[in-house]
């Protein structure tokens, strides 16, 4: 310790030069060392790692540790048994440290606290961390994560009609200004080029069209083995108890290879060709294209074929039952054509300067047919004549007409869906105007989408009105108001992207099928009493409203036509 003497002198800086007084300062402040001390200097575990490396006792080197806590700001070095100031040889720090307890090698608690049954020395964090990998592991096992990773399959690819992305080539935009040069003035076009124009592009489908599918290579023909099919016959239709129709309805079922893109738009008609040996289908959608789908084929898009003989909606379609090989297509763009794949071409039989919406045969040999228009007017078609005009017109309703359909025995009744009236008619009665209905169905309050007889004995009537219900009159007889049999409510609001519901009737038996708008989506089956018979869903496959419905003439079958241009099958 430094004496007063000392201290005096430390104040008197004066007197002595700095050097000395340095030496003094640190005499004060610096304890003397003691070089016989029996305690060696503390010093954390960590910090005697990182020089030397830890041994046992029995000369073993201790397992390495993790460490994940925070790490704690570094103390100053301190100083370790030396020897003429060099570090003690590996001998000597073995016998320092047996000499030092346990305090004296930790800094944290949790981290050196060793469990009497820890053979690998391990903290307590540490096994603590293990025993969590331990849970998880067993909770994983418990779930069966693998297995449920093996049922899981990935979303398919889409089948049908392949989605081709066309870029367009657009031409690099360059300013004018910077290239010194004035603007260029468009004339607007003449109204006499656009009238061209448009003319050249009716003239273009004027006559018949070429069987030529789009989606194959250019030059393609007709596969072989589709005349073959388009030519066979229909078979009888078999009649069933309605406890033996509703078990057939629950075996049919929807899979991945039923449900195909068919057309590129929203689907607007669908019907199945009458052959029973395989399932042949047609569709048609908003921009005016056809397409054909053979569910067992291999030709074009997974069995689809593409056509394009309309330039409008192809709002209504028929397959001839006395001729197989005919298939009549009409659209929005007025005109009325027929399929014939043995000469491969789309003849139109009809042209109008309005637009189209339904047709349906007027004789059993399928050579008359009634076609109705937007304006409210009905034609009688001759396929035996020809030319494409029609025999003769009348006017039923000058506001619209939606929809007719003919009496399948007694040919000359026809019931025909106006504006808010249906009304069944006879052909030998009509009038150009102000023709007088045979039998009125009343009770509709808004708009009526379509109106169908029976397809057996046509003793009923099926309509579809916007009022959110759908109507069944007995037609059994033709009075002045026929009366209603029955009445079921169902949701019509489809709103404006997708297809109007209507309702049909099952070719087979006396029940109709309509789609639905409701969650899950599913497509329902009625009998004429108005009872629900089956509803088919399938939360996999079938997650859109199918707005266009229909059933195979023979077979267990029925179709479903969504937004995208998809048909669903539900077969048994």
Request: hydrophobic share 35%; aromatic share 6%.
């Amino acid at each position: 310790m430094a004496t007063a003497t000392d201290k005096n002198i430390v104040e008197d800086l004066s007197k002595y030069d700095c050097c000395l007084k340095l030496q003094l300062t640190t005499q004060e402040t610096t304890p003397p060392r003691v070089e016989e001390a029996a305690v060696p200097g503390r010093r954390s575990a960590r910090q005697v790692s990182k020089s030397h490396v830890p041994v046992l006792p029995n000369d073993e080197v201790t397992p390495k540790r993790l460490r994940y806590g925070v790490d704690k700001p570094k103390e100053p070095r301190r100083g370790v048994l030396m020897s003429k100031g060099k570090p003690s040889s590996r001998k000597a720090v073995v016998e320092q440290r047996k000499n030092m307890s346990s305090d004296d090698y930790s800094d944290s608690e949790n981290e050196h606290k060793y469990p009497a049954h820890n053979p690998r020395g391990l903290s307590a964090y540490e096994l603590e961390r293990l025993e969590n990998i331990r849970q998880n592991q067993a909770f994983l096992t418990s779930i069966d994560l693998k297995q449920a990773r093996a049922a899981f399959k990935p979303k398919p690819a889409q089948r049908g009609l392949k989605k081709v992305l066309e870029k367009e080539v657009v031409p690099r935009r360059k300013s004018m200004r910077l290239l010194k040069k004035n603007a260029e003035v468009l004339p607007l076009p003449e109204h006499d080029s656009v009238a061209a124009e448009v003319g050249e592009v009716v003239r273009k489908l004027e006559g018949p069209v070429a069987m030529v599918p789009v989606n194959m290579e250019e030059g393609s023909r007709l596969p072989a083995g589709l005349l073959e099919l388009w030519s066979e016959p229909a078979d009888r239709v078999k009649k069933s108890t309605l406890s033996e129709y509703r078990e057939t309805l629950k075996r049919m079922r929807l899979s991945v290879g039923r449900v195909v893109k068919v057309v590129k738009d929203r689907v607007y008609s669908a019907a199945f060709h009458p052959c029973s040996s395989r399932l042949l289908l047609a569709a048609g959608d908003k921009g005016g294209r056809v397409g054909l789908w053979n569910l067992d084929g291999d030709w074009g898009d997974d069995g689809v074929l593409l056509f394009e003989p309309h330039t409008g909606p192809v709002n209504c379609m028929a397959f001839s039952s006395t001729q197989p090989t005919s298939l009549l297509t009409l659209s929005y763009d007025g005109s009325l054509r027929c399929a014939d794949v043995e000469k491969a071409v789309f003849n139109k039989l009809y042209h109008s300067d309005v637009g189209l919406n339904s047709f349906d045969f007027l004789s059993h040999d399928c050579s008359t047919v009634l076609v109705s228009d937007w304006d409210g007017d009905v034609s009688v078609i001759d396929r035996r004549t020809p030319g494409t005009s029609h025999e003769s017109i009348s006017t039923l309703d000058p506001k619209t007409l939606r929809c007719v359909h003919v009496h399948p025995i007694h040919k000359q009744y026809f019931v025909a869906a106006e504006s808010r009236d249906v009304h069944v008619y006879d052909v030998r009665c009509l009038r150009r105007k102000a023709s007088q209905p045979v039998s009125a169905l009343p009770g509709h309050s808004l708009s009526i989408s379509s109106a169908f007889f029976s397809p057996v004995t046509g003793n009923r009537v099926l309509t579809t009105c916007m009022d959110n219900q759908l109507r069944v009159f007995d037609t059994s007889e033709f009075i002045e108001k026929v009366p209603l049999l029955s009445s079921v409510r169902h949701d019509m609001h489809t709103g404006h992207w997708l297809t109007k519901l209507r309702a049909v009737w099952d070719p087979k038996e006396d029940c109709f099928v309509v789609g639905s708008v409701e969650r899950p989506r599913k497509v329902q089956v009625f009998h004429q009493s108005g009872q629900l018979i089956h509803s088919f869903s399938d939360s996999a496959h079938l997650s859109t409203v199918c707005s266009v419905t229909a059933f195979h003439p023979s077979r267990n079958a029925l179709v479903g036509g969504n937004t995208s241009g998809r048909l669903h099958i539900f077969t048994d």
